[in-house]
């Protein structure tokens, strides 16, 4: 089956720095989503990035699928950006999200 | 704006005992899922349903595991004897389309169950 890996796994900041955030995966998707998972456990959806680049605030993301890697951007973090990043993509012909091995980001005032 | 809700929040339970964990998906969507995370793991999908039968299922999804959508607003969970491994945070998602024209999964807060 399609393997997604994320890199880094863990990644420590100090408030203000910036931070881009990658994902791999092995074969053709149709889909890729970004999630948030922040201390309480709960997955907030991102982006959903199947190709391109698209912003939201202080945080962009790029897909380039003929490449096989999307890459999440965050600028000026915030304590609250803390948490653990993960992508998760669609492979053709099936009907579920297979999710990457995720970043732990810490950032400290 | 829409949400994906489930309840409870957290249950515990002895080992070898059924529990249930319900979902509201966001209402005029058409595809269902359940998804679990082992503590400290990665999230990993068990089940999608789409015109109320199961679409595709994963090996963790065995004969313990069922699911159903009693009416037209819940979508549940059953896991019929307990294991120790099943202790996880079980989260409910639901999309507008599905299958090759997938769009974004919302997902609920999550149920963390703790068997004992």
């Known amino acids: 089956g399609i393997q997604v890996e994320q890199s880094p796994p863990d990644l420590i900041l100090q408030e203000g720095a910036n931070s881009t955030l990658r994902c791999n995966f092995s074969d053709s998707v149709n889909n890729l989503q970004w999630f948030h998972q922040n201390p309480w456990g709960q997955l907030i959806n991102l982006f959903y990035i199947p190709s391109g680049t698209k912003q939201n605030g202080r945080l962009s993301a790029t897909t380039v699928a003929t490449e096989r890697y999307s890459l999440l951007y965050i600028s000026s973090s915030q304590t609250t950006d803390s948490g653990v990043y993960f992508c998760a993509v669609y492979a053709y012909n099936t009907d579920k999200l297979i999710f990457g091995t995720g970043t732990r980001l810490q950032v400290f005032p | 704006e829409p949400e994906v809700t489930q309840t409870p929040s957290h249950q515990v339970t002895q080992m070898g005992q059924e529990v249930i964990l319900r979902c509201v998906p966001i209402?005029?969507?058409?595809?269902f899922y359940w998804y679990r995370q082992i503590l400290g793991q990665k999230v990993e999908f068990l089940v999608s349903f789409y015109n109320n039968e199961i679409s595709e299922k994963s090996e963790i999804f065995d004969d313990q595991f069922s699911v159903e959508r009693p009416d037209g607003s819940n979508f549940t969970l059953k896991i019929r004897s307990t294991k120790l491994e099943d202790s996880a945070m079980y989260f409910c998602a639901s999309t507008l389309m599905g299958g090759t024209d997938a769009d974004t999964q919302y997902f609920g807060p999550g149920t963390r169950l703790t068997v004992l």
């Open positions: 209402s005029n969507h058409l595809y």
